[in-house]
């Protein structure tokens, strides 16, 4: 069973990846407002992502006997820039917190009040992995705009909507 202050930072989990999905998606709706339509793309499919990331905390909660819980989300921030940078930069930064929540989780599983939570760390190992395919894939991105101009941003705009 899991101790009161794992089960709560669990679901304080839970309810990042819902937010962040929520943030992915608003990111895709802003993009296709200004006809960025790949990196739309893009976005939606990493929207796609993080729900598929909060599954896997509700079943593992479900898996340990608790019964998640599904806090209502805050709003998502809303741009109407065309410049992808922007979009780019929100989604890099949002990742990076979430890296650090998962980060701060594992070492809370380690030092547990009531012992080493060892399922919980094996099960974060695949998070920090993932976490770090994101950011590099993001910081990537980050790089190739920041190096074109506008006619290589419809290129690597193009580019975006396929990979994933």
Not at 36 to 41: P, Q, V
Not at 106 to 121: E, L, V
Not at 126 to 144: G, I, K, N, V, Y
Request: hydrophobic share 40%.
């Amino acid at each position: 069973m899991l101790s009161d202050a794992m089960l709560q930072a669990l679901q304080s989990q839970l309810t990042l990846e819902r937010q962040n999905a929520a943030i992915y998606d608003a990111l895709s709706a802003s993009l296709d407002n200004v006809n960025w339509s790949g990196s739309a793309t893009f976005m939606k499919k990493s929207a796609d992502e993080e729900r598929t990331h909060a599954q896997k905390f509700t079943d593992y909660l479900v898996d340990r006997n608790c019964v998640p819980i599904y806090a209502a989300l805050g709003p998502c921030p809303v741009l109407e820039d065309d410049d992808l940078v922007i979009y780019f930069q929100a989604a890099l930064d949002r990742e990076k917190l979430t890296t650090l929540a998962i980060k701060t989780l594992y070492q809370d599983a380690a030092n547990d009040a009531t012992g080493p939570d060892s399922q919980t760390q094996q099960f974060l190992l695949w998070f920090l992995a993932e976490q770090t395919a994101s950011e590099r894939e993001l910081t990537d991105a980050m790089l190739e705009l920041n190096r074109s101009d506008n006619n290589g941003r419809l290129i690597l705009d193009e580019r975006y909507g396929e990979a994933k």
